[in-house]
């Protein structure tokens, strides 16, 4: 993906979130995350992104 669909499937998602809500935002990233899982032909791959993004989140302040 190069910067350009990279900054359009951003846009894409950042306008889907504003228009479902905040109250069904977090439904959204899951159903488009699995949706990504589904179509990864590297499991490893998924593994290891679920992993960092795991540890980031917990080695925010506040975190927990």
Known sequence: ???????????AL?????????DRSELLLAMVALGLIARSERPEEVLGLVARAR???LDEPGAG
Do not use: H, I, K, W
């Open 14 to 22: 950042s306008q889907a979130l504003g228009e479902v809500g905040p």
């Open 55 to 57: 540890q980031r989140l």
């Open 1 to 11: 993906m190069n910067d350009a669909d990279l900054d359009r499937s951003y846009t």
